[in-house]
């Protein structure tokens, strides 16, 4: 089932997710739902909070879908290693129409529980990396906006509270 994406503004994005105690019926329809939604909107990657579910819980796929091989479920994440730079323009399924320059490394390592509960760790190199990061940021309530500086912060900032106030965000 496709869920809802929340926009920017909304509390839950706000707030970092709590990790995920139960591997239950409950966790596998919000996987299933993430995959769906991610692979609907399209997007790379999807974290729980986007959904309004608060744990820690994401989705990659840096493919966007196009092979299957690429999907990534990544429960309670932590980062292993993070190393170098890039600076490419990114997006965000919470934050649509608006993009960004964002410094992220460019190679992560992150290790964690996959949907059957066991451990496995998973190394992403330049897009993938860029991915892991951000949606390791949605975990802990931040956004891709969070991490720019003062005019390009407020221009985006800006005209989304314009959006607002005339209803279409
Ligand atoms: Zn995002």
């Known amino acids: 089932m496709i869920r809802p994406i929340l ?15 139960r ?13 769906a939604t991610m692979y609907a909107a399209p997007g790379v990657g999807l974290a729980a909070p986007q959904v309004g579910v608060p744990l820690r819980v994401f989705v990659v796929d840096d493919s966007a879908g196009t092979t299957h091989h690429g999907l990534v479920v990544m429960i309670n994440p932590v980062f292993v ?21 964002v410094v992220r490394p460019a190679r992560a390592v992150v290790r964690g529980l996959d949907r ?3 451990e496995h760790t998973i190394e992403g190199l330049g ?9 390791m940021d949605h ?15 407020d221009l985006i900032v800006r005209k989304i509270q314009k959006l607002k106030r005339a209803g279409k965000w």
């Open 7 to 21: 926009r920017y503004g909304e509390r839950v994005l706000q707030q970092p997710a709590a990790d995920v105690t």
């Open 23 to 35: 591997f239950d019926r409950t966790l596998e329809q919000l996987i299933d739902d993430m995959v």
């Open 81 to 101: 290693e993070r190393d170098g730079m890039q600076l490419e323009e990114e997006g965000c399924l919470s934050v649509p129409g608006f993009n960004a320059t």
């Open 116 to 118: 059957a509960g066991n």
């Open 127 to 135: 897009l993938l990396a860029r991915a892991f990061e951000h949606e």
């Open 139 to 153: 975990l802990d309530g931040r956004l891709f906006v969070d991490r720019l500086r003062g005019i390009r912060r």
